[in-house]
């Protein structure tokens, strides 16, 4: 498995800097000017070396070359540094001190580096995304499986009605809905999430538990719809197999047979799922995210590509697609080890 993970490693190399490159191109070659926003009265010739002063004079081979360096070279020591440095984690580590002062992908918008944007904004994305994807795996799982054993039993059937709810009703629906009932009308949580509210105390943490229970209300029904689906079709393929037969006909217990025969063979497309979807935790969820006003990764992109910010919109895609290759690998991984029937040998 270590052979095939390192192979797939390697493999990734090119596919990311493809996927760097139709990134690039595409955004280069939509319609977009980073000085749209800068007043008329602002003379030709001065907003020409403001477009230089971007970057924006060089040939395109010059200007992605560049921004590939400073993405794949310069950020990651620049992460490297504050692990050692500031993280609580890493921190009591010796500073590496790799970072020596090369430029790094800057924001058009704020002038600053796009990643400590990203960092900034990243926990408050975390805190609500992360906190209903988790949460939304831990109810799914076991839904998809009693709604299978029981198949057409009453829980089956309101499962499916729920789930048909979740798939249906967009989140920019759901979330004005529970913004009305919930803070509207019975006044129980915020409808504004506070992003500046920091946890430092027992108190604190329930001021932020509270302003997060409606967005992640939201979330978690879409996705648990989503993951409760799979899960059901993944157990009911498995249920009918001969090996399922054989189980019970050896005398196996009921509790053995599914929760140990056929829902580790179930686990693996939606594994699949699951893994795939983890990268829009770090995305963030635009809609919901503009819904509440959270100040997240979503909100940030959804800004950037108003402004026409192609440095923070460019860096934002390629680490989405980065993720997405990560986990698509871990994915595969974990499949050796649900079904030892696969090999990477």
């Avoid at 907003?47 to 992605?64: D, N, P």
């Avoid at 409606?214 to 009911?236: C, E």
Wanted: aromatic content about 10%.
């Amino acid at each position: 498995m270590l052979t095939y993970a390192i192979r797939r490693l390697v493999l990734s190399v090119p596919t990311l800097l493809l996927i760097a490159l139709a990134i690039f191109l595409l955004l280069n070659l939509a319609p977009n000017d980073p000085m749209a926003q800068v007043p008329l009265t602002v003379p030709p010739e001065v907003k020409q070396k403001m477009r230089e002063a971007l970057g924006l004079g060089e040939a395109l081979h010059i200007q992605f070359w560049k921004w590939l360096v400073q993405m794949v070279w310069v950020e990651p020591r620049v992460l490297v540094d504050w692990l050692t440095g500031d993280s609580a984690l890493f921190g009591w580590l010796p500073d590496t001190a790799l970072y020596r002062g090369e430029q790094r992908v800057i924001s058009w918008q704020t002038r600053s580096p796009v990643m400590d944007i990203v960092a900034q904004r990243l926990p408050q994305t975390l805190w609500v995304v992360g906190t209903a994807y988790l949460l939304a795996i831990v109810i799914a799982v076991p839904i998809g499986i009693y709604s299978a054993y029981r198949q057409y039993s009453w829980f089956d059937q309101a499962g499916t009605f729920v789930s048909m709810i979740g798939f249906s009703v967009p989140p920019f629906f759901s979330g004005v809905l529970v913004i009305v009932i919930f803070s509207v009308q019975l006044g129980w949580f915020p409808s504004i999430y506070d992003t500046t509210h920091q946890v430092t105390d027992w108190q604190s943490l329930l001021v932020q538990i509270n302003q997060m229970i409606l967005p992640v209300m939201v979330l978690t029904l879409q996705i648990t719809a989503q993951l409760s689906r799979f899960m059901r079709a993944s157990m009911l393929d498995n249920l009918g197999q001969d090996y399922v037969r054989t189980a019970r006909a050896k005398g196996l217990g009921e509790p053995n047979v599914v929760l140990v025969h056929v829902l580790r063979n179930s686990m693996i497309p939606v594994v699949t799922v699951i893994a795939l979807g983890v990268p829009n935790i770090f995305g963030g969820a635009i809609i919901t995210e503009q819904v509440f006003k959270v100040n997240g990764i979503g909100q940030l992109l959804i800004t950037a590509i108003e402004a026409n910010d192609l440095p923070m919109v460019q860096t934002l895609t390629f680490v989405f697609a980065v993720l997405i290759v990560l986990f698509n690998l871990l994915a595969d991984l974990a499949y050796g080890l649900l079904d030892p029937r696969i090999r990477y040998d």
